[in-house]
């Protein structure tokens, strides 16, 4: 094996969500079906607004996705606003993070930093 697939292996088995409460959206319409749910289920979640260009991105990605694993109870959604383009066309700055409670957006954060995020996912979540 090359050291890049030993990367893409690791990197791959830090990315194992346990609960099923990880999603990535990977159009607009799914985003707005995400969206809908989200509204309608009333269930707390964090929407993730990143791109694959984007450094901090990739850097928080990780992170987030082994947070899920920490809030069962809170959904966590992934989009990439390339991908997204319509749904996503007011996100100005890469991460942001978008905090869910009963239908309506409560929070918003910018920046990649995993203790920030983990304290906003600590206040928004039931656990």
Known sequence: MENSEVLK?????????????????????NLKDIFHHIRTSKSAAVINFGASWCHACGQILPSFNKLSNKFPKLSFIYADIDECPETTQHIRYTPTFHFFRDG????????????????????????
């Open 9 to 29: 292996a690791t990197e791959t088995q830090k990315l194992i969500n346990r609960h099923g409460n990880l999603v990535t959206a990977s159009s607009d319409e």
């Open 104 to 127: 309506e957006r409560v929070d918003e954060m910018f920046g990649a930093g995993e203790e920030r995020l983990h304290d906003r996912l600590w206040l928004h979540s039931d656990s």
